[in-house]
Nanobody, 122 residues
């Protein structure tokens, strides 16, 4: 099993940027699929971005061109660079080790982080 801890959330104005980090308790090279999900109060959880073991990525339509997911296996860390943030990006963001499939439509994971809050004001 793996433990995941997110950091980097905060409050920013629209148009600003944040970089979220997810530190894993063990080598993530053996984890095929990792991703970021978010949930706002009253809304369903949605997949934001995923990355597979080969570096292939997939993004939700709402964040394409603005967010970038990456993984540094040597540092056992997953990242989400968030640029040109919008108020509708406000949510709790969760890091996850995804079970199947490795797409933003995936709804299952074998490990979740505790979440980090992102708030974007207009």
């Amino acid at each position: 099993q793996v433990q995941l801890v997110e950091s980097g959330g905060g409050s920013v104005q629209a148009g600003g940027s944040l970089r979220l980090s997810c530190a894993a308790s063990r080598n993530i090279a053996g984890i095929n699929c990792m991703g970021w999900f978010r949930q706002a109060p009253g809304n369903e959880r949605e997949g934001v971005a995923v990355i597979n073991s080969l570096g292939g990525t997939s993004y939700a339509d709402s964040v394409k061109g603005r967010f970038t997911i990456s993984r540094d296996n040597a540092k056992n860390t997953l990242y989400l660079q968030m640029n040109n943030l919008k108020p509708e990006d406000t949510a709790m963001y969760y890091c996850a080790a995804v079970v199947y499939p490795c797409t933003v439509a995936a709804k299952g994971a074998f490990s979740w982080g505790q979440g980090t809050q992102v708030t974007v004001s207009s």
